[in-house]
């Protein structure tokens, strides 16, 4: 029984499954020879029944499990997408309050830094949980075209923020996040950073164009990136809708 008992608790099931259900047998075979001297029948069936079932059952949960992997990977991916949305509607909602407090002005450099100082944005917020980016980095560009523009006159549908890759480098990184312009801001405040103390350098503040999008979500069944509007609205953008952003108010006038 007891053997029986672990191979639905243990990783060496295939290894005890027989010897237990061979040891019940000879259990049943030597109390039902005893007369009623021996007692444990249903001991016995249980060391016999249970690593039956199991040697039945196992390989049917696999097979099941192989074939629900890859949906549960696919959610864990698509919620993981949503969440970087949200990252940066909130971003995207940040730099209207940091406007709307500087002239209606966009910034043209340190657009991270500013809204941690100003806007109260957390330096998570930056990070897009389904890419390689640690806090004090950023998963997110600028669209370098507006920078310095008033954001109440660039038309709505004129790219404001968008999911980059900018800034990862090859080999580890090595750039002290003590070195960051908001950390000295957020110290004096009471924030801590995890994950490190070292980032890449340039992996914040960035500042970019069309050349510049990261296809992060290619897992999703529907390659594409999270763009945020100048109208404040954040959208999945499938690749095969890549060419309509409009990165240019000039352009558009």
């Known amino acids: 029984m007891i053997m029986g008992l672990l191979t639905a608790t243990c990783i060496f099931w295939p290894i005890l499954a027989l010897p237990a259900i061979i040891c019940g047998i000879i259990a049943l075979v030597k109390i039902s020879g005893s007369k009623g001297l021996l007692k444990g029948t249903g001991l016995a069936v249980t060391g016999i029944a249970v690593p039956a079932i199991m040697v039945i059952m196992l ?74 980016m640690i806090e004090g980095e950023s998963s997110y560009a600028m669209n370098k075209n507006i920078a310095g523009m008033k954001l109440g006159e660039l038309p709505a549908n004129t790219v404001l923020f968008f999911e980059t890759n900018m800034g990862m480098e090859e080999g580890q990184r090595d750039f002290p996040i003590t070195n960051r312009r908001h950390y000295k801001f957020l110290k004096e405040s009471g924030y801590n950073y995890q994950g490190g103390p070292m980032v890449y350098k340039d992996c914040f503040n960035q500042m970019g164009g069309p050349e510049d999008l990261y296809l992060r979500h290619k897992s999703t069944g529907h390659s594409g990136c999270n763009i945020a509007f100048a109208d404040g609205h954040t959208e999945f953008i499938t690749e095969d809708r890549l060419g309509t952003l409009e990165w240019n108010p000039d352009r558009q006038k």
């Open 59 to 132: 390989p049917v949960l696999s097979m099941l499990l192989a074939i629900l992997m890859p949906a549960l990977s696919n959610v864990r991916h698509v919620a993981q997408r949503v969440i970087c949305g949200t990252n940066l509607k909130g971003i995207s909602t940040a730099m209207m309050v940091y406007a709307n407090d500087n002239d209606d002005r966009l910034p043209t450099e340190n657009w991270c830094d500013l809204l941690i100082e100003q806007a109260d944005v957390s330096p998570k917020s930056f990070v897009c949980p389904d890419s390689e």
